[in-house]
């Protein structure tokens, strides 16, 4: 409306991005990591400057980035890797739990005069680390997939599901206790039943649902529901007690083997990531600069003690496991940091009268400095000592990433992949209707729902390890879209089309594609070659005649890229019968023969002629 004001909402929104728009990229060209660079910009904004002052309204609004991002992960991880994994996350998370929280205890009780209840309260909340730091840290240095990412992982999902005995031992270290000794048995078995629900559901409903959404054809649609199915998962979680990000990695592993999976990432990752950049900037806005200021000293100590103690505890932990050193290493500096859950758990300890809100806050802080300062703790592991046997990286989807990565199965690419497979090669395939992706996995093919349009749809499929991508989409429009988005972000990759028309295969090898074929090609020569054999030309001069002609069709094609022209080269075209020598016992002569041009910029006039 002319002359209003506009809300304060939309003033906070350009100054959070404005700033963190200019600071991403500068931390990350510094080589310090994006995520340090939002949380400077909520430094910035927030306690400095005070631009902003609502950080905590900012702050629930973007702990949703947190779920899709473990949403996003749940579906890279099939129920059988996660099961592969139970040794790190059973073994090696409860270890980190417990012995971290019983050392932190015992270092608070001897240098400290708070009560037993506080230094466990303390001791274990600054034990849990943060999981979309780490993450996210993980995420954008390329290491989530190798096996020390893959123990932080573990770790930080163990972590996910020890907040829930925790928070129900909270209440009976309390002054007044003995009311709620019947709590943690219940909260436990609310939380079970929870997580049954979650599985179930994604067992036997979210597929269905999917798959009649996807049936309609409409993309917001599909985008809608994938946004239903991670909030409500997510909110069920959060009335049992448990983490919203626990209920959304569920279901995402209760999806990792659908054929909507890839799709699914793609519509939720532009959330996921604008949501968690937003959530850096929160935390960031939230520090409290007058309580760091007042107690510095005691923040100065404390932040490096703690994640010394726990990068300690780690590493030991993870050498007990059988890991390399600088598997051990990396793991220990990559979750030296406390977390989210310690905010929660310190909150609930003061209202409860454990400690005061004077302590809650000093913890608070050192949380925060501890999370801020794991991106540049992260840099030492550049120092880890290099084990003598390289650890192989770990497939992001265990069953994506071949040689080749199909796009589109009709009936063309149906044909082409039998081929592949029958010459052993491994094959991804990607198509967008959702019936021929039902049908094609009946009959056992490794096919997957997805928008081959989409980059993000073609790097989860496994774009980046392809050796050649074959486009066998059928129509010209969208080949054209999926051609110019692979040669303009992976120029290297090989591109084998399926094109449309002498026009479409004339513009494809100016671009400079490594192979095209039109889709009527290599059908018209073997049928043009069978009826030659049928009027009794031999097997050995049917075949020679079919390799003239198609020599000479590909010839044509160069000479009208060269100039410039469709009708250049029309020399090199049979238009008349061409007398061949026809060796004995075949003697009578060719038959005359009426010859329909097959190329699609002549017109269907027949023309007769004479032997």
Known sequence: M????????????????????????????????????????????????????????????????????????????????????RRDIFGLGASQVLVTGVVLHFLLATFTEFSTSATLVIGFGLALSSTAFAIQVLQDRSELNTPHGQKSFS??????????????????????????????????????????????????LLDPLFRIVGNTGAREAMIATALLVVLASAYLMTLAGLSMALGAFLAGVMLAESTYRHQLEADIEPFRGLLLGLFFVAIGMSLDMSVLLDNWLIVLACVPALMI???????????????????????????????????????????????????????????????????????????????????????????AGSDVLLIGFSRFGQIASQVL???????????????????????????YYGDGTTL????????????????????????????????????????????????????LRRRGIEYEIRET??????????????????????QEIREDVQKRDD??????????????????????????????????PLHDATIINSDEEMSDAETETKA
């Open 309 to 399: 103690v726990k990068s300690a505890v780690l590493y030991l932990l993870t050498r007990l496991f059988g890991n390399t050193r600088e598997v051990c290493v990396r793991t220990s500096l990559a979750l030296p940091q406390s977390g989210e859950f310690g905010f929660v758990m310190f909150s609930l300890a003061a209202s409860l009268g454990i400690f005061g809100n004077d302590i809650s806050s000093i913890l608070i802080v050192i949380v925060t400095l501890s999370m801020a300062l794991t991106p540049v703790a992260m840099l030492l592991a550049r120092f880890a000592p290099k084990s003598d046997q390289q650890d192989e990286m770990h497939e992001e989807f265990e069953d």
């Open 155 to 204: 770790i930080l999902l163990f972590q996910d599901l020890a907040i829930v005995p925790l928070l129900a031992i909270i209440p009976l270290l309390a002054p007044r206790a003995e009311d709620s000794a019947a709590s943690p048995i219940q909260s436990v078995l609310i939380a079970v039943g929870a997580i049954a629900a979650v599985i179930i559901a994604g067992r036997y």
């Open 521 to 542: 090609l290599g059908s018209a020569l073997s049928f043009g070659t069978d009826v030659l054999r049928g009027i009794g030309i031999p097997d050995s001069l049917a």
């Open 421 to 447: 497979l029958a010459g052993g090669s491994e094959v991804t395939i990607i198509d967008h209707s959702t019936e021929r992706v039902r049908a094609a996995g009946r009959f056992g093919f490794r096919i």
């Open 2 to 85: 002319a002359g209003s004001s506009a809300p304060s909402f939309f003033s906070d929104a350009v100054v959070i991005l404005g700033v963190a728009v200019v600071a991403a990229p500068l931390f990350k060209r510094a080589g310090l990591g994006t995520v340090l660079g939002y949380l400077a910009s909520g430094i910035v904004i927030g306690p400095i400057f005070g631009v902003i002052a609502d950080a905590d309204q900012i702050l629930k609004i973007s702990e949703l980035g947190v779920v899709f991002l473990l949403f996003v992960i749940g579906l890279e991880l099939k129920p059988q890797r996660l099961w592969s994994l």
């Open 555 to 588: 010839d044509r094609l160069r000479i009208q890229i060269a100039e410039g022209s469709i009708h250049a080269g029309q020399d090199m075209l049979h238009t008349e019968p061409v007398k061949q020598p026809v060796p004995e016992p075949l003697v009578k």
């Open 456 to 507: 993000n749809v073609l790097e989860a499929a496994g774009l980046r390890e392809a050796k050649i991508v074959a486009i066998c989409t059928n129509k010209l429009e969208v080949t054209n879209k999926i051609v110019e988005l692979i040669s303009s972000t992976y120029p290297d990759v090989k591109l084998y089309v399926r094109t449309y028309d002498r026009a479409h295969s004339i513009d």
